[in-house]
């Protein structure tokens, strides 16, 4: 999707991200990039922050006695880096994440790992009781620099139709 900016004033323009419930078609996958190189520094402040102790995460020791050899990085996090890797295709229109499920992690990441993320769209209906919105759901899968999935969940957005989000006014 090509992004237009927008005219807000003779000679102004504004740029603008992501899709309309109109924008959506089933079937379809965006690629999220620029990818994200993981860092342990990043793995160590996300555990203190979500204040996860599984030594797993930050002690080297501990990480290199498990069957990883080495530490891993935080599952949260990935799934945080996903999602905020998506937001630009998937939901910078969004009214309201609805939902997360089928969140799997099929192979761990480590630090120096590059990861990437795309979206398919599953599905997507009109919303019931809210006659400027649409319900639009994708499967998120996030790969390493090697194309290995480390993880995959399905995400369920509520989506502002053209004309009906916060940038049809204001500052926006």
């Not at 999602?83 to 992690?105: F, H, P, Y």
């Amino acid at each position: 999707m090509t992004q237009t900016p927008k005219q807000v004033a003779p000679g102004r323009y504004r740029e603008t991200f992501g899709r309309f419930y109109e924008d959506f078609s089933v079937g379809d996958t965006y690629e999220h990039r620029p990818g994200r190189t993981i860092t342990q520094t990043d793995n160590t402040w996300f555990t203190l922050l979500t204040m996860n102790t599984h030594p797993l995460h930050f002690d080297e020791e501990y990480g290199k006695a498990s069957e990883f050899g080495r530490c891993i990085i935080a599952s949260p996090l990935t799934v945080a880096l996903m999602v905020g890797m998506s937001v630009t295709d998937v939901s910078q229109k969004a009214i309201a994440n609805l939902g997360w499920r089928e969140i799997r992690m099929t192979a761990p990441l480590f630090a120096g790992d590059t990861l990437y993320a795309e979206s398919e769209v599953l599905e997507k209906r009109e919303s019931q009781s809210r006659p400027g919105a649409g319900i639009v759901t994708v499967r998120t899968r996030g790969l390493n620099q090697d194309g290995v999935v480390a993880c995959t969940f399905e995400r369920t957005i509520l989506v502002a139709k053209r004309g009906h989000g916060v940038e049809s006014g204001g500052n926006y």
